[in-house]
């Protein structure tokens, strides 16, 4: 069983950024693939972005890229998202999420195992 734990939420002004972590437990990490899903209130869950296994392949929402990047270091089991240029529309649960498939992605039900969320807010 996958264990995932996020941290590095928090408060920022508009413009400002913040690095989101994700330690992974309980499973081979350099063989899952994984995300970064966001939640905020009063809409759906959606996703932010996918990596595979390797972190050589990613897939980013529209609204994230050219402003969030995400990596991995799979011999630490961490997953990593760094988000700039952040507006209040970014302000949401972050969660990360893991997989057993093979390319980046995302799609929510290609993710197994989910964290139970750091929150960002974006706000002057």
């Known amino acids: 069983q996958v264990q995932l734990v996020e941290s590095g939420g928090g408060l920022v002004q508009p413009g400002g950024s913040l690095r989101l972590s994700c330690a992974a437990s309980g499973g081979t990490f350099s063989s899952l693939i994984m995300g970064w899903f966001r939640h905020a209130p009063g809409k759906e869950r959606e996703a932010v972005v996918g990596i595979n296994r390797s972190g050589g392949s990613t897939a980013y929402a529209e609204f994230a890229k050219g402003r969030f990047i995400i990596s991995r270091d799979n011999l630490k089991n961490m997953l990593y998202l760094q988000m700039n240029s952040l507006k209040p529309e970014d302000t949401a649960l972050y969660y990360c999420?893991?997989?057993?498939?093979?390319?980046?992605?995302?799609?929510?039900?290609?993710?197994?195992?989910w964290g139970q969320g750091t929150q960002v807010t974006v706000s002057s």
């Open positions: 999420a893991a997989g057993t498939g093979q390319i980046a992605s995302l799609r929510t039900e290609m993710y197994d195992y």
